[in-house]
């Protein structure tokens, strides 16, 4: 018998590469949601998720509590009961007197997930992102979700589907219901509720800002303060950045962002290691960034939302690194234009690229003497900030019209 050797031509071999590593794909993802659900239904308990409570917020992580804390406030004020879940066990609220709000620590990840699916409830307000779309499945004993950032402007930098399966979303202003209600149309979604409260945030910090103690005659200070990933301005720019503002006189602090303390620990190594003979750099890892901003004359940032943070309670200068930004993991790519948060940040500060990092120092002493960003700045905290002071009354106003019109 004479054998002859199996030939499959190039482009049929490909396609059968391609679907074996389909269905490799899909085997793997099929695999990973098994695991989740095995874990979620093995974490479950019957502690207290089966007692109904009108409201209940979930903190994440500690440093969320900033953009909760007078929502709080305003229910004690209320003797009203709230359920607040928190993730970190060192939560403020663990520490905080109230009689009216009940705190309960549930863990991270699965352990957390798995009590909030199978949470009993009227009413549950969040800064977490993903609602039924990967582990935080909407549960069927809680009637009504609500999302609130924990940063102006920034839904169109959510990842993809972020929001899309809460029931409302809480905004600081108008300037992005068109973008939400545009990515509702495209994607066949019901409208959700969208309501312009305000932002406790600043509300919270406009009054604290009145206690911090100014530094006498402290040197020109510059704070580095970006976000995190591959478009972010220390993972762009690094010691290109950093070298020329370390040759300066000036007190040069770096805020990194929480999560590349997590994701990009390498770098921030390389770069702490760079820099430890000088002494005019600093590093900052605070949870709190307000006295940290409060130090400060100047900003450099990309698109991350501490820029209106800085702007708003502070109104100072920007200098922003924007030309790596790219949209392809975020709402805002779904959009025909660019979106409004962005369009307004290019207006409220100055951009950079790499050509010009070697005349960093002048670019910074002419960015200070700019008055017409400072009329920008004015405008934008206008249209993004609406309802100044305001929020914690208008927010807990809305969980409890919520909750009274889904009882009757």
């Not at 939400?180 to 309501?195: A, D, F, G, S, W």
């Not at 600043?202 to 303060?225: G, R």
């Amino acid at each position: 018998m004479v054998f002859f050797p199996l030939y499959i031509d190039p482009g049929t071999g490909s396609a059968l590469f391609s679907i074996a590593i389909g269905i490799a794909t899909v085997g793997y993802f099929l695999f990973r949601a098994f695991i989740i659900k095995l874990k979620v239904f093995l974490f479950r308990g019957t502690e207290a998720e089966q007692s109904q409570n009108n409201y209940v917020i979930y903190s994440e992580d500690r440093r969320y509590w900033p953009f909760f804390q007078l929502i709080l406030d305003e229910f004690e004020s209320r003797e009203t009961e709230v359920l607040y879940l928190a993730s970190s066990g060192d939560d403020p609220v663990f520490s905080a007197e109230y009689k009216y709000i009940k705190s309960k620590f549930i863990g991270k990840g699965n352990k957390a997930y798995a009590f909030l699916n199978f949470l009993s409830a009227g009413f549950v307000l969040a800064t977490t992102t993903d609602l039924d779309v990967l582990q935080w499945k909407r549960s069927k004993k809680v009637k009504h979700y609500c999302h609130m950032f924990h940063g102006v402007g920034g839904s169109m930098l959510y990842r993809l589907f972020s929001l899309d399966y809460y029931d409302s979303v809480l905004l600081s202003g108008e300037n992005e219901i068109p973008e939400i209600r545009y990515l509702e149309k495209l994607r066949k979604l019901p409208n959700k509720q969208l309501v312009v409260a305000g932002n406790t945030y600043f509300d919270k910090y406009v009054e604290e800002l009145k206690n911090i103690p100014k530094e006498e005659a402290h040197p020109f200070t510059v704070l580095v303060s970006p976000t995190w990933g591959p478009s972010g301005l220390l993972k762009v720019y690094g010691e290109k950045l950093l070298d020329p503002l370390a040759d300066t006189d000036w007190r040069i602090i770096v805020r990194p962002h929480p999560q590349s303390s997590i994701a990009e620990k390498a770098m921030l190594e390389r770069l702490v290691e760079r820099y430890k003979n000088n002494t005019n750099i600093e590093w900052d890892y605070n949870d709190d960034n307000i006295n940290t901003l409060s130090k400060s004359d100047v900003m450099i940032s990309d698109y991350s939302c501490i820029v209106f943070d800085y702007i708003f309670l502070f109104d100072r200068p920007v200098l922003l690194g924007l030309q790596t930004l790219d949209f392809r993991p975020f709402d805002a790519y779904n959009l025909e234009h660019e979106p409004s948060f962005y369009q307004i940040i290019k207006k409220v500060g100055m951009e950079f690229n790499e050509s010009n990092l070697g005349s960093i120092k002048e670019t910074i002493s002419g960015l200070v003497q700019d008055t017409a960003l400072q009329q920008n700045r004015e405008e934008a905290k206008m249209l993004m900030w609406q309802h100044q002071g305001e929020s914690a009354k208008r927010i807990a106003d809305f969980m409890i019209e919520t909750v009274n019109k889904e009882a009757n």
